[in-house]
Nanobody, 121 residues
Framework: QLQLAESGGGLVQPGGSLRLSCAASGSSFYSYSIGWFRQAPGKEREALSCIRIRDDSTYYADSVKGRSTISRDPAKTTVYLQMNSLEPEDTAAYYC??????????????WGQGTQVTVSS
């Protein structure tokens, strides 16, 4: 089972960028996909992007496609989500997760503790 720890959240101005990091530890890292999800107050948790570790295939939700990039450091068990052109609607708690299956909360095996992203001037 993987343990996950996010970092990189914070306050950013509209139009700005952030890079979130997800450090994974534990066994069977290459058996998983690592996904990024977010949850805004009063809304359901939303899948944003996933990367399948064994072949680096990726998925992006329409809400972040074209302005976000998921990647991983081959030398480490760390996955990144680079987000650009951030808007106030992107304000949410962001979570990384270990996923087996499609990029959906239904297939999450473990969650990280989350990191807050606030987009505001």
């Amino acid at each position: 089972q993987l343990q996950l720890a996010e970092s990189g959240g914070g306050l950013v101005q509209p139009g700005g960028s952030l890079r979130l990091s997800c450090a994974a530890s534990g066994s069977s890292f290459y058996s998983y996909s690592i996904g990024w999800f977010r949850q805004a107050p009063g809304k359901e948790r939303e899948a944003l992007s996933c990367i399948r570790i064994r072949d680096d295939s990726t998925y992006y939700a329409d809400s972040v496609k074209g302005r976000s990039t998921i990647s991983r450091d081959p030398a480490k068990t760390t996955v990144y989500l680079q987000m650009n052109s951030l808007e106030p609607e992107d304000t949410a708690a962001y979570y990384c997760a270990a996923v087996i299956g499609p990029c959906s909360s239904d297939y999450v095996r473990n969650w990280g503790q989350g990191t807050q992203v606030t987009v505001s001037s």
